[in-house]
T-cell receptor, first 108, second 114 residues
Framework: GQQVQQSPASLVLQEGENAELQCNFS?????MQWFYQRPGGSLVSLFY???GTKHSGRLTSTTVIKERRSSLHISSSQTTDSGTYLC??????????FGSGTQLTVMP | ETAVFQTPNYHVTQVGNEVSFNCKQT?????MYWYKQDSKKLLKIMFS???????VNETVPRRFSPQSSDKAHLNLRIKSVEPEDSAVYLC?????????????FGPGTRLLVL
């Protein structure tokens, strides 16, 4: 089965609303990372967050290893936040396993 | 600011042809990677290259091969393309073992096999 599961698959918000994206991963994985991909664009690293909480502007990432989950919180969403958000985890070896992504659309 | 460069942006070819994609990083990183992103946006690792050590995902067909001239370059060659090779190929780099540091991605090369 899939080792990294993201939810929701898609999310539509009105500008100004908050978003909460979830990532669950299997026991063999750790070292969670979050990426953002604009439509037709390259991946941009948001957070490398193996555990705990990290902040960057309107973004907050929280990883709870013992519960095998990580979340990405976007506060006061803007239309420019629209795109695909991907989480990924590794097994301590060389492979980075990606989730299937959350497609976020922020309406004006 | 882009620091991982890929060429071409887009390539259309026919089944059986050979193609080669270039990747260069200017970050001084030690490790480079190639990923394949399918139509469902699912990313899968293909190769990792660090200090002349190549690690291959065993699911990658043998017609794919990475080529490196130095630690700043990792190209991807596909010997005889097939229709299922149509995808976006993303190059990335990191400064240490990937699980200790984040990866930086290039803009991708979109391949269409007719």
């Amino acid at each position: 089965g899939q080792q990294v599961q993201q939810s929701p698959a898609s999310l539509v918000l009105q500008e100004g609303e908050n978003a909460e994206l979830q990532c669950n991963f299997s026991t063999s994985l750790n070292s969670m990372q979050w990426f953002y991909q604009r439509p037709g664009g390259s991946l941009v690293s948001l957070f490398y967050n193996p555990s705990g909480t990290k902040h960057s502007g309107r973004l907050t990432s929280t990883t709870v290893i013992k519960e095998r989950r990580s979340s990405l919180h976007i506060s006061s969403s803007q239309t420019t936040d629209s795109g695909t958000y991907l989480c990924a985890a590794s097994s301590g070896s060389w492979q980075l396993i990606f989730g299937s992504g959350t497609q976020l659309t922020v309406m004006p | 600011e882009t620091a991982v460069f890929q060429t071409p942006n887009y390539h259309v070819t026919q089944v059986g042809n050979e193609v080669s994609f270039n990747c260069k990083q200017t970050l001084g990183h030690d490790t480079m990677y190639w990923y394949k992103q399918d139509s469902k946006k699912l990313l899968k690792i293909m190769f990792s290259y660090n200090n002349k050590q190549l690690i291959v995902n065993e699911t990658v067909p043998r017609r794919f091969s990475p080529q490196s001239s130095d630690k700043a370059h990792l190209n991807l060659r596909i010997k005889s393309v097939e229709p299922e090779d149509s995808a976006v190929y993303l190059c990335a780099s990191s400064s240490r073992d990937f699980n200790q540091d984040t990866q930086y991605f290039g803009p991708g090369t979109r391949l269409l096999v007719l």
